[in-house]
């Protein structure tokens, strides 16, 4: 049985983060669903209500897109060991970039991490745990250096270029504004 909750709990927390993997999803108002899957040490719960989230380059830009059409995102965590379980986060979140007021206090709390694109800071408006018993068991063997290794290669100049050629607009065409 599913089971909601106005924040998130200290247990909720505790599952957090020991997950090595989450999924990130948003929508526009019309257009393609986003929902991708997200690793490395760039999850952090702020309060029972807030949450941020370490965004490096990548292939698209959709989720800045889509919160600057509307502020709508979900974010899911599934136990692929120990207890079944599945936690959603339903919330509102915003875009945070490099010379943004808050920018230099937020980065703080992340690892330096090659390709940072943005923080997307999320207000929690709900959380929902479900059974998870579907959910087959995997195991972790590590992080893939892949994605780090390509940025720290195009340094920071070659990220911006990237960004400017395949960043800008979402898969539906909505401008990301990164560099603006």
């Known amino acids: 049985m599913s089971k909601f909750y106005t924040k998130i709990t200290s ?4 599952f957090i983060e020991v997950q090595k993997i989450f999924f990130v999803a948003t929508a526009p108002n019309s257009g393609r669903i986003n929902l991708s899957p997200k690793g490395m040490d760039s999850f952090r719960v702020i309060d029972e209500n807030r949450v941020l989230w370490l965004n490096v380059t990548g292939s698209g830009n959709e989720t800045a897109a889509h919160l600057l059409e509307n ?11 120990g207890a079944p379980n599945i936690l959603r986060l339903y919330g509102k979140g915003k875009e945070i970039r490099e010379g ?9 709390l992340f690892p330096e991490t090659p390709g940072t694109r943005q923080i997307f800071d999320i207000s929690i408006e709900s ?9 087959p068991f995997f195991e972790y063997k590590g992080e893939r250096n892949e994605l780090n290794d390509w940025a720290t290669a195009q340094g920071k100049n070659g990220i911006k270029n990237y960004w400017e050629n395949k960043n800008q607009t979402s898969i539906d065409g909505l401008p990301t504004k990164i560099l603006e």
């Open 11 to 14: 247990r909720l927390q505790k």
């Open 71 to 81: 502020d709508r995102i979900t974010i899911m965590f599934c136990a692929f060991e």
């Open 100 to 108: 943004d007021a808050s920018w230099d206090e937020l980065i703080q």
């Open 127 to 135: 959380a929902q745990t479900s059974c998870g018993m579907s959910i």
